[in-house]
T-cell receptor, first 109, second 112 residues
């Protein structure tokens, strides 16, 4: 079967750095997405990785290792507004998105 | 640009009743999707449409039907609602099936 694993919840301090991991087992791989979802709102696109390596976008970076079936989202200089759920999703061989359950990130002052 | 709109925002529905959730996008995207999101579970695909006039079944299609008469609209119909269909429903669209998906604000449905 297809499976995406992420930690259920993480806590970090304002101004610090946090890394949210995602491991996947899917039938084929055509890219990995990270989305942010604030409570009661829709998911919004953060990043996309299809090749191995690090993609940096401001305070957020996303890393991919296809051989390990592994990705992480790195958030730097955490702000209170970063409190949200972070969803990892993988595009399989049929180009359908398989979603993880999400990681709820709690930021403390 | 409105992007994707969904209606209603929320609804309480008696079991056995039918209901249509509406979704409209103004980005001229070819592909559209319906997901449900339940606590502790990832987004689950109900139905999708890669282009106007075509639809396909996702992971959890039972009890739901869709149509795609034109590019902009992708309604989701529950023919006879059951309590297990209580969920938050998100519509999404992408330029093509392989592209980044963009989400509507969601419909919170409670079936009693």
């Amino acid at each position: 079967g297809q499976n995406i694993d992420q930690p259920t919840e993480m806590t970090a301090t304002e101004g610090a750095i946090v890394q949210i991991n995602c491991t996947y087992q899917t039938s084929g791989f055509n890219g990995l997405f990270w989305y942010q979802q604030h409570a009661g709102e829709a998911p919004t696109f953060l990043s996309y990785n299809v090749l191995d390596g690090l993609e940096e976008k401001g305070r957020f970076s996303s890393f991919l290792s296809r051989s390990k079936g592994y990705s992480y989202l790195l958030l730097k200089e955490l702000q209170m507004k970063d409190s949200a759920s972070y969803l990892c999703a993988v595009t399989d061989s049929n180009y359908q998105l398989i979603w993880g359950a999400g990681t709820k990130l709690i930021i403390k002052p | 640009t409105a992007g994707i709109t969904q209606a209603p925002t929320s609804q309480i529905l008696a079991a056995g009743r039918s209901m249509t959730l509406r979704c409209t996008q103004d980005m001229r995207h070819n592909a559209m999707y319906w997901y449900r999101q339940d606590l502790g579970l990832g987004l689950r695909l109900i139905h999708y449409s890669n282009t106007a006039g075509t639809t396909g079944k996702g992971e959890v299609p039972d009890g739901y039907s869709v149509s795609r008469a034109n590019t902009d609209d992708f309604p989701l119909t529950l023919a006879s609602a059951v309590p297990s269909q209580t969920s938050v429903y998100f519509c999404a669209s992408s330029e093509d099936a392989r592209d980044t998906q963009y989400f509507g604000p969601g419909t919170r449905l409670t079936v009693l």
